[in-house]
C-alpha cells in the first residue's frame, strides 16, 4: 500500500476576459477581496484564438492572468470556482454594459508539474470534483518547458501564456525551496 502524503500548496491562479479594461480592473479588486494579494499579473491578451464568446461578450476580447500570493490546498479548487461564477453574474450588476456576459473568469492552479483548470462542462478528460465542477490537466511540465494535451485551449499553447506561467512556476518554486 502506498503511503499517504498530503498534496503541497499549489499557486492560484485566475485567467480573466473582457472587452473592458474597467470590468477586468474591477475583476482583479474583487478577486483580491476574496484570495489576497495579486503576486504576477500578465500583460493583457488579445484574445482572438476562437469567436465562441463574441456573441455573449462581444468583440475585441482581451484575456489576462493573476497570482495570488497566498497558496492554496488544490482541493479547494471547486469551490473557487463556483465563487468566480457568483463574481461572473455579479458583474452586470455593477455597471451598465450591453453585454449579458461582460466578464469570464477561469480558475485553475499551477504546480511544480503542471496546470490544472476548473470547469463546469463535462468532458472525457475531465475529472469530477464536487457541486458541478470539474478540473483538467490543460499544461504539463517537462524538460523545462509547458506542453499541451490534445484537449488544451488553443490559446494555452501559445508561448505568451508560456512566459507568463514559467513566471509563476518560478515564483511557487522559490516560496518551496527558498531560491
Given amino acids: 500500500m502506498g503511503q ?3 498534496h503541497p500548496p499549489v499557486l492560484l491562479i485566475i485567467g480573466a476576459f473582457s472587452r473592458y479594461d474597467d470590468v477586468l ?15 504576477l499579473s500578465s500583460p493583457r491578451f488579445n484574445f482572438d484564438q476562437t ?12 484575456k489576462t492572468f493573476w497570482a495570488f500570493e497566498p497558496l492554496i490546498d488544490p482541493a479547494e479548487i471547486a469551490q ?11 458583474c452586470p450588476q455593477q455597471t451598465t454594459l450591453p453585454e449579458e456576459r461582460p466578464l469570464n473568469l477561469d480558475p485553475g492552479y499551477i504546480s511544480e508539474a503542471k496546470l490544472v483548470l476548473a470547469t463546469t ?3 472525457d ?6 457541486k458541478g465542477i470539474y478540473c483538467e490537466g490543460t499544461l504539463f511540465y517537462h524538460k523545462g518547458q509547458w506542453r499541451s494535451r490534445p484537449w488544451t485551449y488553443p ?13 509563476c512556476r518560478a515564483h511557487l518554486r522559490k516560496r518551496y525551496h527558498g531560491n
Fill in 51 to 62: 469567436t465562441f464568446y463574441e456573441r455573449s461578450m462581444g468583440q475585441g476580447l482581451r
Fill in 80 to 90: 473557487i470556482k463556483l465563487q468566480t461564477n457568483e463574481l461572473e453574474a455579479a
Fill in 155 to 167: 490559446d494555452y499553447q501559445t508561448s505568451e501564456y508560456h512566459r507568463f506561467f514559467d513566471q
Fill in 25 to 39: 480592473d474591477w475583476a482583479a479588486e474583487a478577486t483580491q477581496r476574496i484570495w489576497g494579494t495579486i503576486c
Fill in 4 to 6: 499517504i502524503r498530503p
Fill in 121 to 123: 462542462k463535462d468532458r
Fill in 125 to 130: 478528460h475531465r475529472i469530477y470534483l464536487q
